[in-house]
């Protein structure tokens, strides 16, 4: 860990204290705003009541794609393995047209239509109630999603441990703390009024730590990658600097292909697939404010992208190959320790604000994800308090408080034992959903023949496969001459089985066809 003088770190923990602080006040005003409403609980703490603006929207795909992936993983990935993952992950700029333009006005019309507050409520109308989609779902929504979850978590810890100097799990045990808080605050719409603030911070962060990031190796930014590369020159290449004469250089290429591709789907063609970033689709006012979301969403999220990946030539010019040895800082707080080194320390403690800030709405907007599918889809909370109608409400309030607080509790033991590299898990748990909802998220939306049976034979069969192969090929009794990661493989076969499953069984009722292919408003 950097040697932090204690009055620059007096000073960068002041900064993150005072924005934090005023974040949270924000958020008891937006609160307040929510409660004032007379739509119900439920809708208001899932939903912010449907009236979202174009920042709003635009800032809840982003930060929720976003995360700890995108400021701390994919940073951590590239310095350890090399510039190839800058590739991989430039596609996550897709990630607002995916979300927002392809599936975000069907499915802001049909949750409109069917009062649905979560994503499995959503498609389990679409896929005629299945009691069976619906424990499936849910169950993929609570391992992966959790997963994720963990990941996001972590990341914030590992900030609180570059801002304090203090055991990793001290600084989780705060930021879990202040994620609870933030989500409890004003539900939704408070993790997402928030990230209109936390999106600006960050995107004037991200200009100025570039700026004063290359402007610390005293050189510039060309003759940096120069020095880079002449240190490092197997650092640039995809092939692990095999020459073209090499006997092993054309599998190596194959393969880089394959990881580059792999990562086209995963991280940019299926973000849709995330539950906590479709959610967003649910809460846009108008098709107006969808349309600019879009643009604005997509133009801050490639600042984010290539400001922070074109960070790690300076990284790697710093730091060289310290991070990540034995009893070395895990590369995942490259970017945190280059603020720190490259910026004063009211600008740093700024720029890890923004950061961290960026992190918990996204873990906020999961954790809130999470919490409704246990309460809307595993808990049949009309049998639960039926036997005292009149407090119904109150009773969805408590039971929401603390379900809320359960997950996130769970999420921080289990982020207690980090991965090494957040990107590895991150790649999991997207894997995971990408494969559950791929087919049955775009068949279910413009595919008639679509039904239950193919959906729940698609995500079942295809989360098995996608399980075995990565186990399999991890261990190496399978090989993988191509690279794919396994959510390929197993999402096109989920796909071609629940079409198949579909035509052989019954059509879905003309009720789930009208309401989700008919013309009326």
């Known amino acids: 860990m950097l040697d932090i003088p204690v009055s620059s770190r007096i000073i960068i923990i002041s900064v993150f204290a005072a924005y934090t602080i005023l974040l949270l006040v924000y958020g008891i005003i937006t609160r307040n705003s929510v409660n004032s409403n007379k739509i119900d609980f439920l809708s208001k703490f899932y939903t912010g009541g449907r009236v979202s603006g174009k920042l709003m929207t635009a800032m809840m795909v982003s930060a929720g794609v976003a995360g700890a992936g995108v400021f701390m993983g994919v940073p951590g990935f590239t310095y350890k393995f090399g510039a190839i993952w ?10 607002n047209f995916m979300v927002l333009g392809l599936i975000g ?68 045990a705060i930021f879990t703390a202040l994620v609870i808080i933030a989500a409890l605050i004003g539900g939704i719409k408070g993790v997402a009024t928030a990230m209109i603030i936390q999106g600006i911070v960050m995107t004037i962060s991200v200009l100025l730590l570039f700026i004063l990031g290359v402007r610390s ?57 995330m539950p906590h970033v479709s959610m967003s689709a649910l809460t846009y006012k108008d098709t107006k404010t969808l349309h600019d979301s879009i643009k604005i969403g997509t133009i801050v999220f490639a600042i984010w992208m290539l400001g922070l990946n074109g960070l790690c030539f300076v990284v790697k010019y710093h730091f060289g190959g310290m991070l990540g040895g034995e009893g070395q800082p895990t590369p995942d707080l490259a970017i945190p320790m280059l603020a720190i080194k490259a910026m004063p320390a009211w600008a740093a403690g700024l720029v890890l604000a923004g950061v961290c800030s960026a992190v918990q709405s996204s873990v906020g907007g999961m954790i809130i994800a ?19 109608p009149e407090n119904t409400e109150k009773h969805i309030k408590t039971f929401n408080t603390i379900c809320t607080i359960l997950v996130a509790l769970i999420i921080f033991i289990f982020a207690c034992n980090p991965p090494t590299l957040l990107a590895s898990l ?83 009722p003309y009720r789930v066809i009208s309401t989700w292919f008919g013309k009326e408003d």
């Open 86 to 95: 800058m590739v991989c992950c430039f596609w996550s700029m897709t990630s």
């Open 105 to 172: 006005k069907r499915i802001g019309i049909i949750a409109r239509r069917t009062n649905a507050t979560t994503f499995i409520e959503l498609f389990s109308n679409r896929y005629n109630n299945s009691k069976t989609f619906r424990l499936v779902s849910s169950l993929v929504i609570l391992f992966f999603l959790g997963a994720f979850g963990v990941s996001t978590l972590t990341g914030g810890g590992r900030i609180f441990q570059v801002l304090t100097g203090q055991d990793y799990r001290i600084g989780l």
């Open 217 to 273: 190796t005293g050189l510039s930014y060309t003759a940096t990658i120069g020095e880079v590369l002449e240190k490092y020159p197997q650092w640039f290449s995809p092939v692990g600097g095999l020459t073209p004469d090499s006997e092993n250089f054309g599998p190596a290429m194959l393969k880089s292909i394959g990881t580059v591709f792999s990562f086209a789907v995963l991280w940019g063609l299926t973000t849709f697939t």
């Open 370 to 388: 999470l919490s409704g599918t246990i309460i809307k889809d595993l808990v049949p909370l009309q049998k639960v308090f039926i036997f005292n």
């Open 426 to 508: 991150i790649t999991y748990a997207t894997g995971g959903m990408t494969v559950a909802f791929f087919a049955t998220v775009l068949l279910g939306l413009y595919w008639k023949r679509a039904n239950e049976y193919g959906a729940c034979a698609g995500m079942i069969s295809g989360i098995i496969l996608y399980i075995l192969i990565d186990i399999l090929t991890k261990k190496g009794i399978i090989p993988n001459p191509f690279g794919l990661n396994p959510v390929v493989i197993a999402t096109l076969v989920s796909t071609v089985l629940m079409i198949i499953v579909s035509l052989a069984t019954p059509k879905s």
